[in-house]
C-alpha cells in the first residue's frame, strides 16, 4: 500500500524559506513522477510543482524561481524547497505520486508576519 507522509511544514516570516519533504512507502519511488500541490483557505488546490523519473520539473508560474522540487531516489524521499515565501504562499502542502489516487495527508505552511 501506497503511503505518503509530508513534514516540515511550519510558521514563517515573508522572505524565508521552509523545506517540506515527503517520505513515500509502499512503491518503487524512482519509477514515478511526483507532485507537490497545495490548497489555500477559499481555494481549491493547485499544482506547485512536479518532477518525472527523469528529473525534469515544472512550476506554477506563482512559484517559479523561488521554490526548487527535487527527489531522492535512493531514499524514496520528495523535496521541496521554498525561498522568498510570501502570505499568499500560506496553504495546506500536498505530496502527490503523479497522475494517481496517492495523496499524503498535507502539511501547513503558514507565512506571516
Known amino acids: 500500500q501506497v503511503q505518503l507522509v509530508e513534514s516540515g511544514g511550519g510558521y514563517v516570516q515573508p522572505g524565508g524559506s521552509l523545506r517540506l519533504s515527503c517520505a513515500a512507502t509502499g512503491s518503487i519511488f524512482s519509477d514515478y513522477a511526483w507532485s507537490w500541490h497545495r490548497r489555500a483557505p477559499g481555494k481549491q488546490r493547485e499544482l506547485v510543482?512536479?518532477?518525472?523519473?527523469?528529473?525534469?520539473?515544472e512550476y506554477a508560474d506563482s512559484v517559479q524561481g523561488r521554490f526548487t522540487i527535487s527527489r531522492d531516489n535512493a531514499k524514496s524521499l520528495l523535496y521541496l524547497q521554498m525561498n522568498s515565501l510570501k502570505p499568499e504562499d500560506t496553504a495546506v502542502y500536498y505530496c502527490?505520486?503523479?497522475?494517481?489516487?496517492?495523496w499524503g495527508q498535507g502539511t501547513q505552511v503558514t507565512v506571516s508576519s
Open positions: 502527490h505520486r503523479a497522475f494517481t489516487n496517492y
Open positions: 510543482a512536479r518532477i518525472t523519473s527523469g528529473g525534469s520539473t
